[in-house]
């Protein structure tokens, strides 16, 4: 991997993404910011993965489990070659692919999601499916902070933990923001590194926005080998955009004119 060629293709995707929101004047750009550095990562660099053929058995299976933060992931799955970028101009629109939300019938999205709380346990399930037909393919499920609050997280955590499932690996995009506030007020996750521990999972703690840390976190997970791994990964809560970083009034509300060409101009003036 470039990594400056990443770090470029980051902002322009960054500066995607906020268009798309903009266009459907409604959107999740917070988490969509925060997370988009470890999805491009996955789908540009670590998953094995066949855009032409979506469902190849062999395929490694990523589960978007804060399955609002679309607009970062449909950006992620147009450059990989899931589908033509101009399908970006139809997010949340009536009767076009792009729901607001991740939904099953998208190439390249294995679970409609956006009811929290889903997402580990079908990983789990995906997972053992894979064991019990004797596939080696790995699955990973991105969880946001506030949803890790939900109580079937665990539960999914802890059959994770018992059944030594090392081809599973959950990523935290710990943006450290919610809908209503801070996380960590709201219900507090820490110590969050021990937690997982104590649920006999492989704990790898990364900045979320560096290209060499989350590769790296990737490949401590391919290598275990008796159990489960959970990146947590620090981010930023709107990154990339002054204005947005760690301010929940940007969980779910698309800019105006004026915010996105403040905040676009940003991404370019950064290249």
Known sequence: MD???????ARRLRAELLNTIYNAKSGHPGGSLSSL???MTLYLHKMKIDVNNPQWEERDRFIMSKGHA????????????????EELKGFRRFGRMLQGHAYRS?????????????GLSVGVGMTMAGRLKGSNYNVYVMLGDGEIQEGSV??????GGHHKLSNLCAIIDYNKVQEN???NDIKNLEPLDERWRSFGWNVVVIDGHNFKEILGAIESFKEEDSKPTVIIANT????GVDFMEYDHNWHGKAPDLKQLEDAVANQIVKR
């Open 3 to 9: 990594i400056i060629k990443m770090e470029n293709l």
């Open 37 to 39: 550095e470890l999805l």
């Open 70 to 85: 679309t607009p970062g992931l449909y950006s992620v799955l147009s450059e990989a070659g899931y589908f033509e970028k």
């Open 106 to 118: 998208i190439p390249g999205v294995e679970l409609s999601t956006g009811s929290l709380g889903m």
């Open 154 to 159: 665990w539960e999914a955590a802890m059959s």
């Open 181 to 183: 506030g801070f996380v």
């Open 236 to 239: 930023v809560k709107g990154k």
